[in-house]
C-alpha cells in the first residue's frame, strides 16, 4: 500500500480515517481495510518524520554556529 | 664723485644719492627700528622662497587705477616660521583676506619701488577672517537646503561595499580600514587615494567623492586623522562641502578634530569624531544587521524547526493512539451487537421451545383420552378378522370365520357362529 502524498495530504487522510472510527461509520468488512491504510499512512509519517529529524541534526550544529557566534 | 650745483646754485643730486637720502629718510621714520602695522586686502599673492603680496585698501576696486598698492614681501627666513604658524591656525594667505602686516618700508633702487619688508602677520585678524567666511559658507549651504541634503540619502541596511576616499600613507586611513577588515565581516573597500591636506586637496577629494558616487558603493567614508586647522582645512572647502552634499551617494566623515567641526562634518549624511569611530560606527551597524537578521534568524529557525518536529511527533503519536482506541471501540461496539443478537435468539429459541413442549404436552394429554389401552382395560376389545384387519362392521366377516379378539392383558380365538345387525 503506497504512500506518496505530502505531509498534509497523507495527515488529511489519517485525520478522515480517525474521524470515520469515531462517528461510527466503519463497517466490520472496511475495518480492517482502513485500519491497514492508517497504519500505513502512521508509518509513512513517522518514516519521513525520522528522515526530517536525521536531516535537521546534521544542519543544527551549522546553524547553532551562526546563532552562538560571538 | 663730484658735487654738481644747479644754475640756480642749489645742489644736484645724482640718482644714487637721491635714494641713498630717500632710503634714510624713509629709513629713519618707517625703516628697520620702526616698524609699523598696516591693514590693507590682499589683491596678490606669490611665494617663491619668499612671500610676495600686494596689498590694497580694503573694498577698493581691483578697476580703480589710482587705488594705492603696497608692495610687501616677506624673506624666506621670516616667510617659513610664519607660514607654518598661519598653516597650523588654517589661515591661507589668499586674494581677498584682510591682514594686518607688521613690517617697515624699504626702496629697492634697481627698480625705483618702494617696498614693504613684512616681519610678522596678524594672525588674529586672519582668523576673524577665516570664522565669518566659514559662518557665511554654513548660511549658504544651510539657504540652499545642502547641510540636510546627504542626510536624507537612504544608506543600505548592510553597508559592506565601502568607498573610501583617504591617504593610504596615513594613520586615518590605516586606523579606519584597521576597523573594518579586522570585524569579520566581508568589507569591500575601494579606495580612492587623495591628497588629505594642502592646496590641491579640496580638487582631489571633490573628484574621489564624484567617482565613487559613479562607481555604486554603498557608503562613501572621507577619513583623514587628527591635525591643525590648517592641515584639515580642506574639510572646509566649499567645493568638498557641495560635493558631499550633492553626492547621491551617503558620505560618512571620520575627520579627527578636536575643535569646530569641519563643515565637510556637517554636511555628511553621518560624522564621527575619529576614523576609528566612524569605522567602529560602521562595523556596528553591519554587525546589528548580522545579530539581527542572521543570528537572530539562526536561533528562531533551530527553535521553529524544534518546535515543528515535536508538534508533528506528537500529532503521529497521537493518532496512533485515536486510531487504535477508536478500532478498539468499534470492536467492541459490534461485539456488543453480536452478543446481544446472539442472547435475544438464545431467549428467542427457549421461548419457542418451552411453547413447542407445552403444545406437545397438551396434544400428549389429548391424545391420551384415545389411547386403545385405555379402552381395553375398561373392558373394551378390538376383533381383528382372518385378514388381521380390524373388525368394525359384520360384513367383514361370515359365520364360521375364526377371527381374534384381544383385550387389555392378552387376546383369544374364537369362531363367528352367529351375526346380528344392529337394532
Known amino acids: 500500500m503506497s504512500v506518496t502524498g505530502d505531509w498534509n495530504e497523507e495527515a488529511n487522510e489519517l485525520n478522515a480515517i480517525v474521524a470515520s472510527f469515531d462517528e461510527g461509520e466503519v463497517s466490520v468488512d472496511d475495518l480492517f481495510a482502513k485500519l491497514e491504510r492508517a ?10 518524520l525520522e528522515t526530517t529529524k536525521a536531516r535537521v541534526e546534521e544542519l543544527a550544529p551549522r546553524i547553532a554556529r551562526v546563532a552562538d557566534d560571538e | 664723485m663730484a658735487s ?15 635714494y641713498e637720502l630717500l632710503t634714510a629718510q624713509l629709513e629713519s621714520a618707517y625703516g628697520r627700528r620702526h616698524p609699523r602695522w598696516v591693514r590693507g586686502e590682499v589683491a596678490k599673492v606669490y611665494e617663491k622662497s619668499h612671500l610676495y603680496v600686494d596689498l590694497v585698501d580694503a573694498g577698493s576696486s ?7 598698492v603696497l608692495n610687501a614681501h616677506c624673506w624666506a627666513s621670516q616667510w617659513n616660521p610664519l607660514k607654518r604658524k598661519l598653516a597650523a591656525d588654517g589661515v591661507t594667505l589668499a586674494p581677498g583676506a584682510v591682514v594686518n602686516l607688521f613690517g617697515y618700508v624699504d626702496l629697492y633702487a634697481p627698480q625705483g619701488r618702494i617696498g614693504f619688508t613684512v616681519t ?6 586672519l582668523l576673524g577672517d577665516v570664522a565669518r567666511r566659514r559662518q557665511e559658507l554654513i548660511a549658504r549651504l544651510a539657504g540652499e537646503g545642502l547641510l540636510e541634503a546627504n542626510k536624507r540619502v537612504p544608506v543600505p541596511a548592510v553597508p559592506l561595499r565601502v568607498g573610501l576616499v583617504a591617504s593610504p600613507q596615513t594613520e586615518g586611513y590605516s586606523d579606519f580600514t584597521g576597523q573594518l577588515l579586522n570585524s569579520g565581516y566581508g568589507f569591500e573597500i575601494v579606495l580612492v587615494a587623495t591628497a588629505v591636506q594642502g592646496d590641491a586637496a579640496p ?23 587628527g591635525g591643525s586647522k590648517g592641515d584639515l582645512a580642506c574639510f572646509d572647502d566649499e567645493r568638498v562641502a557641495r560635493a558631499i ?18 563643515i565637510a562634518d556637517l554636511v555628511a549624511h553621518t560624522r564621527a569624531i575619529t576614523p576609528t569611530k566612524l569605522g567602529e560606527e560602521i562595523v556596528t551597524v553591519v554587525a546589528n544587521w548580522y545579530e539581527t537578521n542572521v543570528r537572530q534568524s539562526a536561533r528562531r529557525l533551530l527553535d521553529a524547526s524544534g518546535a515543528l518536529l515535536d508538534e508533528a511527533s506528537e500529532y503521529v503519536a497521537e493518532r496512533r493512539r485515536t486510531l487504535i482506541f477508536a478500532v478498539r471501540d468499534r470492536l467492541r461496539a459490534e461485539q456488543r451487537h453480536l452478543s446481544g443478537v446472539r442472547q435475544r435468539l438464545w431467549l428467542h429459541s427457549r421461548h419457542t421451545l418451552e411453547s413447542a413442549t407445552r403444545s406437545l404436552a397438551s396434544s400428549r394429554q389429548l391424545l391420551s383420552a384415545y389411547d386403545p389401552a385405555r379402552r381395553l382395560a375398561q373392558g373394551w376389545s378390538i376383533v381383528t378378522g382372518a385378514d388381521g384387519q380390524v373388525v368394525a362392521r359384520l360384513a367383514q366377516v361370515h359365520s364360521g370365520e375364526l377371527i381374534t379378539v384381544r383385550v387389555s392383558d392378552g387376546s383369544f380365538a374364537s369362531t363367528v357362529e352367529e351375526m346380528k345387525g344392529a337394532p
Open chain 2, 203 to 225: 580638487a582631489q577629494i571633490v573628484r574621489a567623492i564624484e567617482d565613487l558616487d559613479r562607481h555604486g558603493v554603498d557608503i562613501i567614508c572621507v577619513v583623514r586623522g
Open chain 1, 39 to 48: 497504519t500505513a499512512i502512521i508509518e509513512a509519517l513517522e518514516a519521513r
Open chain 2, 245 to 262: 552634499a550633492t553626492s547621491s551617494t551617503a558620505v560618512f566623515t571620520g575627520i579627527g578634530h578636536t575643535g569646530d567641526e569641519s
Open chain 2, 4 to 18: 654738481v650745483e644747479s644754475s640756480t646754485g642749489e645742489p644736484v643730486l645724482e640718482v644714487g644719492e637721491f
Open chain 2, 62 to 68: 581691483a578697476s580703480d587705477a589710482k587705488r594705492p
Open chain 2, 120 to 125: 610678522e602677520i596678524d594672525v588674529a585678524g
